[in-house]
């Protein structure tokens, strides 16, 4: 039997939390106990007011306000040290059909995942733009390439997770962890899984989606910092490569063009073509020094492995 801590990361959710703590389960088949767990993310209003009239086992405060990302790691070594076999994480705003946890842990109590991420059905939610949906499913398919995971709804907050994946967890992105989470997932080799979730009304607007030029700036930045700090040869390597082709082609212009006996020197061809050239190939040295970092980061996880194993 197995001990199941749902977290749910809270920013002035008074308004709404209540009604997601109402839809939670306290008992399911395979699940020996299930504590709640509530990270409150510097919120000024009666947030941890309600969360305790609800009967919340555990209660993280942070303080000042750390945004999302922070607030979900700190849920995730909270309920860690709590002793959790599977953490479920879901949002305040009830977003989420609760009833929906069973076939989400379900992966994890089978052996067939470490992680699963709920599929929201993005067509059929009316409040989402047509621009939202669109970049929800360009940003998904550019995280399942980055992580070579197969995930249709990558931003998605409902999810799942064992204990042995919870320790391995870092997330470095300030914005979110939703995209960081699956990439380094699949980075690491964990078995990853999605199943198909249902939501809830709409009761307020998302606090990341500001406005959709800043999504769009903010998701960019998001997966070029997380490709780059996972696949830093790889990211390095193909950026190296536009400047050194473009130097190398226009470098045979100028042979070409020397050789076929042309009365102009061509000069500032072949200055640009040897200046893309330099860049293409420093830009390929910093890949390899990346890369070599990388591995550095990857021998101090492996201690911090270690030390969330030996309860330290």
């Not at 999504?215 to 390095?236: A, E």
Request: net charge positive; with cysteine; aromatic share 8%.
């Amino acid at each position: 039997m197995s001990k199941l801590i749902i977290q749910i990361p809270c920013y002035n959710e008074e308004a709404t939390l209540g009604i997601t703590l109402s839809a939670l389960p306290r008992s399911l088949p395979g699940i020996s106990s299930i504590e709640w767990l509530i990270i409150n993310d510097g919120s000024t209003d009666r947030t941890v007011e309600v969360a305790q009239s609800y009967k919340v086992d555990h209660i993280v405060n942070l303080h000042p306000n750390q945004g999302l990302a922070k607030a979900f790691m700190a849920g995730i070594e909270a309920g860690l040290k709590a002793g959790a076999d599977i953490i479920v994480n879901t949002d305040a705003d009830n977003q989420y059909c609760a009833d929906d946890i069973p076939k989400l842990i379900e992966p994890i109590l089978l052996g067939e995942a470490e992680i699963v991420i709920g599929a929201r059905p993005i067509k059929q939610i009316k409040h989402f733009s047509p621009t939202k949906k669109f970049l929800q499913k360009l940003g998904s398919w550019i995280v399942r390439i980055a992580s070579n995971t197969n995930i249709p709804d990558a931003p998605s907050g409902f999810r799942a997770i064992s204990r042995e994946a919870a320790m391995q967890l870092n997330v470095f992105n300030e914005y979110t962890y939703t995209l960081e989470m699956i990439i380094q997932a699949g980075q690491k080799g964990m078995a990853i899984a999605s199943v198909p979730i249902r939501t809830n009304g709409y009761l307020r607007p998302s606090r990341l989606l500001k406005s959709i030029p800043s999504y769009i700036q903010r998701s960019i930045f998001t997966i070029l910092r997380i490709f780059m700090t996972y696949q830093p040869l790889r990211f390095f390597t193909i950026l190296g490569s536009l400047p050194l082709t473009a130097g190398f082609l226009l470098g045979v212009r100028w042979l070409v063009l020397f050789w076929g006996g042309t009365e102009k020197a061509h000069v500032p061809s072949l200055i640009l073509a040897a200046i893309l050239i330099l860049i293409g190939f420093q830009l390929w040295m910093f890949g390899l020094v990346a890369d070599l970092m990388a591995v550095n980061r990857k021998l101090l996880e492996d201690i911090q492995l270690r030390m969330r194993r030996s309860g330290v």
